[in-house]
């Protein structure tokens, strides 16, 4: 560990950012693994059934009580399905566009990856801060790259060439432009109170001044229903709504392409419960307690800031998970008019009664 | 490190007018949706161009609005209408003229405005730092006038927009 010292600043930055790009990477990715479990375990217990309890690689054999237990939970679903997504037959359908029915799944991808690199997941470890990027514009940065993910349906829809992912890829790029509006506008009273637009300072006025979903509950339910459509979970899952349109965008892949329209999902979702953890629930500091609201001077309280911001990430997790399996799918016009003539209104209406509010106490 | 970022410049500079030129005029695809993806590229790469200024308010909202809502319903409309007539070329001629001299024109006052500029010295140009806020002051206070007229005229081409597609207003 002595020899970091004498590497130069500049080498010292670019080798922790890759070590906390990979770190945080195979993180993100495990955890989309084990979602898809949590999901399949979460709703066969919502709807009285088992859920996935048989994967058990040979080893499990021999470990006495654990072993069982732990194929009974079914920690090795999640392996044994991404082996199979890896060997099952890709197949390209004769009538498609290839080079966009190529792209489309890894455009879907990336973004939901890229979110990551802005939020804090930490305060720190040593001296190094726990986030891969700290921009002065992160919540813009977030914005601006959630936007970009839209293109990936889209042109699933289009590079299919058939008409199911098409009007699936036409319905979500309607719905993901209106909630992305409704969406940006519940963070700006964020904005006017915090007076900055990094995350990191967003946190730390939480940690002075308390949690923003007690002092923006509107904003938090506006950011929290509109995430819902952006990633496109139910109840506004109507671009791939099975009932109506066999698979919607995805209709038409298979094998590891269609897993990459998984894991943009759940990375989506992953990326989406960590902002509300930042931008509402305070990032990784707790009130009450100092050792918690302040950076850590320790390793182990580095690691512990961490924790706390995983448990409120897991939380947000299983609240995507648990409404998928509770509601109804929205009809596509009530869609349409809760973004347009419900929420932006809400939303604008919160932005001045904030401004108005802000400016008679600051003076 | 001055030659990595001017390295980087001219990376992004060549990749902007690459991916403007392939959407004006690509020979591998005449399809529009190819073309509005490359467009999506050019501002991409041109918000690259931005954060190289240090001006990363700009080149978030660049992204945000151009690459994440313009285009996206520039793509919707496109697949909507499946333009198939316009995958064959066709050159209408005054439409290139005017093109044409517009460009020049454009280039015209560019290299005008550059030749015409004094050099600064590089720590000047990094104070404003694409400062959020000092953008905004300088959009809300000194420029507050010119800035509101815009947004009305911005509303003006919306209502009008709605206006000319809902026919039975009339």
């Known amino acids: 560990m002595e020899a970091i010292n004498y590497l130069s600043p500049t080498a010292q930055m670019i080798l922790f950012s890759a070590l906390k790009i990979g770190v945080v990477f195979g993180v993100v990715m495990t955890a989309v693994a084990y979602a898809v479990l949590v999901e399949r375990k979460v709703s066969a217990w919502i709807q009285n059934r ?12 021999y470990l006495p009580v654990i072993g069982p237990f732990l194929v009974r939970l079914g920690i090795f679903q999640p392996a044994a399905d991404g082996l199979k997504f890896l060997l099952k037959e890709d197949f390209t359908p004769s009538y498609v566009r290839k080079v966009y029915f ?57 590079g299919s060439n058939s008409k199911y992912p ?12 209106s909630y992305e509006i409704a969406m940006g506008m519940s963070v700006i009273p964020i904005f006017i ?20 979903i007690i002092k923006q509950p509107l904003a938090f339910v506006i950011f929290m229903i509109a995430a819902f459509a952006e990633t496109n979970r139910l109840p506004f899952d109507l671009p791939e709504s099975e009932s109506e349109l066999v698979g919607g965008y995805h209709t038409e892949y298979s094998s590891m392409k269609f897993a990459l329209f998984f894991l943009g999902e759940y990375a989506n979702m992953i990326a989406s419960s960590a902002m509300m953890v930042t931008l509402f629930l305070g990032g990784w500091t707790m009130p009450f307690i100092d050792a918690l609201s302040l950076p850590a001077n320790s390793l182990l309280l580095g690691l512990i800031h961490i924790g706390v911001f995983f448990a409120k990430m897991a939380f947000f997790m299983i609240v995507f998970i648990w409404v998928r399996w509770m509601l109804p799918r929205f009809r596509y016009d009530q869609l349409m008019d809760l973004g347009w003539r419900r929420f932006i209104p809400m939303a604008l209406a919160n932005i001045v009664v904030t401004a108005i509010v802000v400016a008679l106490f600051n003076n | 490190m001055p030659q990595f970022t001017d390295l980087l ?8 007018l690459l991916f403007g030129f392939l959407t004006v005029l690509n020979p591998l695809s005449r399809s529009p949706v190819t073309s509005a993806m490359f467009l999506v590229l050019t501002i991409i790469s041109m918000a690259g161009l931005f954060v190289l200024l240090h001006a990363f308010f700009l080149a978030a909202v660049q992204v945000l609005v151009y690459a994440g809502a313009v285009m996206v319903v520039f793509l919707f409309v496109i ?14 001629k005054v439409a290139v003229g005017l093109g044409g001299l517009s460009a020049l024109a454009i280039a015209g006052s560019l290299v005008a405005s550059v030749v015409k500029s004094v050099p600064v010295s590089a720590t000047a140009g990094r104070m404003a730092e694409g400062d ?32 000319i597609t809902k026919k039975d207003l009339r």
């Open chain 2, 132 to 163: 959020t806020k000092a953008l905004g002051r300088l959009l809300f206070e000194s420029h507050v006038l010119p800035f509101e007229i815009l947004s009305v005229l911005l509303l003006v081409a919306m209502v009008g927009a709605i206006l």
């Open chain 2, 79 to 92: 697949m909507l209408l499946d333009l198939k007539e316009d995958e064959r070329r066709h050159f209408n």
């Open chain 2, 9 to 16: 410049f001219y990376a992004l500079a060549g990749l902007t």
């Open chain 1, 193 to 212: 109170l915090t007076e900055s637009l990094n995350l990191s300072d967003i946190i730390r006025y939480q940690a002075e001044h308390g949690w923003m």
């Open chain 1, 166 to 177: 098409f009007l699936g890829s036409i319905r979500s790029s309607a719905q993901m432009i």
């Open chain 1, 102 to 158: 190529w792209l489309a799944p890894a455009i879907t991808v990336i973004p939901a990856l890229l979110t990551v690199a802005v939020i804090p997941f930490g305060s720190n470890l040593g001296s190094e801060k726990m986030v891969i990027a700290d921009l002065n514009v992160g919540i813009l940065y977030t914005f601006g790259i959630v936007s970009l993910g839209v293109y990936g349906i889209v042109l699933a829809g289009y």
């Open chain 1, 50 to 61: 088992v859920g996935p309890n048989r994967t058990a690689p040979f080893f499990t054999q």
